[in-house]
Nanobody
């Protein structure tokens, strides 16, 4: 059974930084893509950033230049470095992985709150 475990959320002031981590475990042959989505209250879940197995990245326009996604394939872990955080970045952040022969998996979500 594949599991994704997130960590690193919390409360931060505007302009601050946070780093999210997502570790995948279980019977995994290959992870085609890992990334992050977020959902704010009353809004739909949206893509934040994703990285493919060949390290191609895709970012939401709203986070380009502020957020950076990275992966450690040996550790089956993805990271999201979030800088210059804004109140509108406040949301529950979900890790996502597309895994060979098994499909899509989601983490339980971690709260990020940007407030003074």
């Amino acid at each position: 059974q594949v599991q994704l475990v997130e960590s690193g959320g919390g409360l931060v002031q505007p302009g601050g930084s946070l780093r999210l981590s997502c570790a995948a475990s279980g019977r995994i042959f290959a992870i085609y893509a890992m990334g992050w989505y977020r959902q704010a209250p009353g809004k739909q879940r949206e893509l934040v950033a994703t990285m493919s197995i060949d390290e191609r990245t895709d970012y939401a326009d709203s986070v380009k230049g502020r957020f950076t996604i990275s992966r450690d394939n040996a550790k089956k872990t993805a990271y999201l470095q979030m800088n210059s955080l804004k109140p509108e970045d406040t949301a529950v952040y979900y890790c996502h992985a597309l895994i060979h022969d098994q499909g899509d998996f989601w983490g339980q979500g971690t709260q990020v709150t940007v407030s003074s």
